[in-house]
C-alpha cells in the first residue's frame, strides 16, 4: 500500500486526519513524522497559508522521499482586517500558549459588538510528490465561516484555542461544543481533503520508482518543457511543438503526453489544446479537474 506523510508534528490534526482517511476509504498507508523519526522543523515563514503550506510539504517529502500532505492555516477575523491569519499561533508577537491566545483574542475584539465579530476557520493543504531532485504539489482550500464569542465555550482541545471561542450559528454552538466526530465531519479540514480525494486516489497507480533514464531522448525533452509550466497555468500542444523546433507536431506531443509513467508529478494535465488529442493517462475529466484544482488556491 502506498505510504504517506502526514506533515505535522500536532497530535489533534493526526488523529482528525486517520478519521478522515477512514471515513473517506482512501487506500493510502499513513505514517507520522515521529514514526519516521522525523526530529527537524521547516521554518514557517511566508506571506500567505498557500505560501507556507506549500514550504512545508517541499521540506518533509524531500526529508522522507514519500508523498506528504501538510498544511497551514489560521484565524481570520473581518473586522481586524483578516487578523491574525498566518500569525495565528504567535499574533502577541511570539509562539503563545492556548489560553494565553484565547486571552488576547478577547482583548483584541473588547466592545466590539457581537454582529461584528464574523470569522473564518481557513486552511491550505498541500499534497508534495517528490521524484529525484524535484517535488511536485497540488493545493486545496477550505474553509468555515461563524463568529468570535466574548468567552470560551467548550472543552479546550490542545493545539486548537480558537475553537472555544468560534461560535457557528447554525448548530448554536462553538466548534469545540461540538464534539470531535462533529467538528470532523463538518470541518474545513475534511472540505480540502475532499478536493484532494480524487489525487490521493490515484498515488498507488505511479510508480514513484521509474528512472528517468528509461524515457527517449525525445521524451525527455517534452517532459521537461512541461516540467516548466508553472502552477495553475497552461500550454498547448502547439506550444510545447513550437518550443523544440517540431514543427506542425500537435499529435505527436499528445501521443508522447499520454505514454506518461509519472502523472502528478510530470504535470502533463497543463498541456492543452482546441480539440483534446488524448494527452493525459488518467482521461479528460481527470485533467479538467486538475486544472480547475490548481486554478482555485
Given amino acids: 500500500m502506498r505510504r504517506l506523510v502526514l506533515g505535522t508534528y500536532n497530535l ?25 523519526k522525523i526530529e527537524k522543523k521547516p521554518k514557517e515563514e511566508g506571506k500567505s497559508f498557500r505560501e507556507i503550506a506549500i514550504k512545508k510539504g517541499k521540506f518533509f517529502a524531500h526529508l522522507t522521499k514519500l508523498p506528504t500532505l501538510s498544511e497551514d492555516g489560521g484565524l481570520e477575523i473581518e473586522i481586524l482586517g483578516g487578523e491574525p491569519g498566518i500569525k495565528s499561533k504567535r499574533w502577541p508577537g511570539y ?4 489560553e494565553e491566545l484565547i486571552k488576547f483574542t478577547l482583548k483584541k475584539l473588547e466592545g466590539i459588538p457581537f454582529e461584528k465579530r464574523n470569522a473564518k476557520l481557513k486552511i491550505v493543504l498541500c499534497l508534495a510528490l517528490p521524484y529525484r531532485n ?10 468555515i465561516k461563524g463568529k468570535i464569542l466574548n468567552e470560551p465555550r467548550g472543552k479546550l482541545q490542545k493545539g486548537y484555542p480558537f475553537r472555544v471561542l468560534f461560535y457557528l450559528p447554525k448548530y448554536k454552538k462553538t466548534f469545540a461544543q461540538l464534539g470531535f466526530k462533529k467538528e ?8 480540502a481533503l475532499l478536493r484532494l480525494k480524487p489525487i490521493l486516489e490515484l498515488l498507488p497507480k505511479i510508480n514513484f520508482d521509474f528512472e528517468f533514464s528509461k524515457f527517449t531522448p525525445l521524451q525527455r525533452k517534452v517532459y521537461q518543457q512541461v516540467e516548466k509550466i508553472p502552477y495553475g497555468k497552461t500550454k498547448t500542444y502547439k506550444e ?24 502528478l508529478i510530470i504535470p502533463c494535465h497543463r498541456v492543452v489544446g482546441k480539440r483534446d488529442l488524448g494527452g493525459y493517462i488518467f482521461g479528460r475529466k481527470m485533467k479538467e479537474y486538475l486544472i480547475k484544482l490548481e486554478k482555485e488556491v
Fill in 240 to 263: 510545447i511543438a513550437e518550443n523544440l523546433s517540431l514543427g506542425n507536431s500537435q499529435r505527436l506531443i499528445a501521443k508522447i503526453l499520454s505514454q506518461n509513467p509519472l502523472p
Fill in 95 to 98: 509562539e503563545a500558549e492556548d
Fill in 184 to 191: 470532523v465531519e463538518i470541518g474545513h479540514r475534511k472540505k
Fill in 134 to 143: 524535484k517535488t511536485s504539489y497540488f493545493l486545496a482550500k477550505g474553509e
Fill in 12 to 36: 489533534g490534526k493526526i488523529k482528525e486526519y486517520k478519521l478522515l482517511f477512514k471515513e473517506l476509504s482512501l487506500p493510502l498507508q499513513i505514517s507520522t513524522l515521529k514514526e519516521l
